[in-house]
């Protein structure tokens, strides 16, 4: 009778310990136990063990079912370690798991509010998509480069044919531009002018090519 009442316990003590065990899974179900062992899969896992031990109760009689219950729940404590190991890792590995495997379709309230997602927006480089561009000159004028470097940058401001204003580098030694000159410009940045992103192509329209200087 005594036998009959440690099996009793044992198995109640089981069924707390299980319940306890599928509650933590059922709330940790974003970690990585929640991802490699399933809900169906623990359940079984669970309930298989612990009927299969306290089953033999019955068709073994009471001592040996007494006898199997103990060595099962040995069996059970000595998987305790790889257990705990498998909640650590669960726990560490959830500040970057939780993102990926808490992603869920949008609800039609959310729908609703967000609107249709909209394609992020094409970037255009400072020719707007072409080879070249042609311009107008509106001024000449003189930039100083960013540190450490120290020069006088040849510069003119122009309007572009597609009406846009910008700055453009005239790259070689001396140039020829006025107001109102036509020129060809291209992309290309220069590295110590902040914001100036097009360069002034020489040896067309009205501007001349370099002088070659003479030896």
């Known amino acids: 009778m005594s036998l009959i009442l440690v099996v009793e316990e044992t198995r109640k003590h089981f069924s707390i310990t299980s319940g306890i065990f599928k509650f933590l899974c059922s709330r940790w179900n974003k970690n990585v136990l929640g991802s490699f062992f399933s809900e169906n899969a623990i359940n079984i896992l669970i309930s298989g063990t612990i009927n299969c031990v306290f089953s033999l109760r019955t068709s073994c009689g009471t001592l040996a079912g007494g006898l ?56 255009v480089g400072a020719t707007f998509g072409r080879p070249q561009l042609k311009a107008v000159v509106l001024k000449t004028m003189i930039r100083k480069p960013k540190k450490p470097n120290s020069a006088n940058r040849k510069c003119a401001r122009v309007r572009l044919s597609n009406g846009k204003e910008a700055v453009a580098f005239i790259p070689g030694e001396g140039h020829n531009l006025q107001e109102h000159n036509v020129v060809l410009v291209e992309g290309g940045r220069t590295q110590d002018l902040p914001g100036v992103k097009l360069k002034v192509v020489r040896g067309k329209y009205d501007c001349a090519h370099v002088v070659k200087k003479k030896q």
């Open 68 to 123: 199997w219950a103990q060595a099962g729940m040995s069996l059970l404590w000595s998987l305790r370690p790889a257990l705990t190991s498998l909640f650590q890792a669960s726990q560490h590995a959830s500040a970057w798991t939780a993102p990926i495997l808490s992603r869920t379709m949008a609800t039609l309230n959310q729908m609703h509010r967000q609107g249709k997602p909209k394609p992020p927006p094409k970037t």
